[in-house]
């Protein structure tokens, strides 16, 4: 199992930015997806949720609006889309894949970083 999260950077207030979690060895349809990020000096937030049953979105109030999940099946992608990017999104984002039904289901992908500054 291997996520590669791709597509940070630096950038200015109100810019766009996407991310891209790549997946290999299972099927991203299959299980649940999330997007974390980590700001300097605070704990690691979920920010964006996609269930595998429903395809339905959960979001952190603090993105709701300007962010938005999704998946290629066919890529065995998962995307992050970030609008209106502000100063508090600064952090680093990884993307995690919960593999229920194994005894350690939690897989995180090595982060990557956006920062966002004038």
């Known amino acids: 199992v291997q996520l590669v999260e791709s597509g940070g950077g630096l950038v200015q207030p109100g810019d766009s930015l996407r991310l891209s979690c790549a997946a290999s060895?299972?099927?991203?349809?299959?299980?649940?997806m999330s997007w974390y990020r980590q700001a300097p000096g605070k704990e690691r937030e979920r920010v964006a949720f996609?269930?595998?049953?429903?395809?339905?979105?959960i979001y952190s109030d603090s993105v709701k609006g300007r962010f938005t999940i999704s998946r290629d099946n066919a890529k065995n992608t998962v995307y992050l889309q970030m609008n209106n990017l502000n100063p508090e999104d600064t952090g680093v984002y990884y993307c995690?894949?919960?593999?229920?039904?194994?005894?350690?289901?939690?897989?995180w992908g090595q982060g990557t970083q956006v920062t966002v500054s004038s």
């Open positions: 060895g299972f099927t991203v349809s299959r299980f649940p």
């Open positions: 996609i269930s595998n049953i429903s395809g339905s979105t």
């Open positions: 995690k894949a919960v593999l229920t039904g194994r005894i350690s289901p939690d897989y």
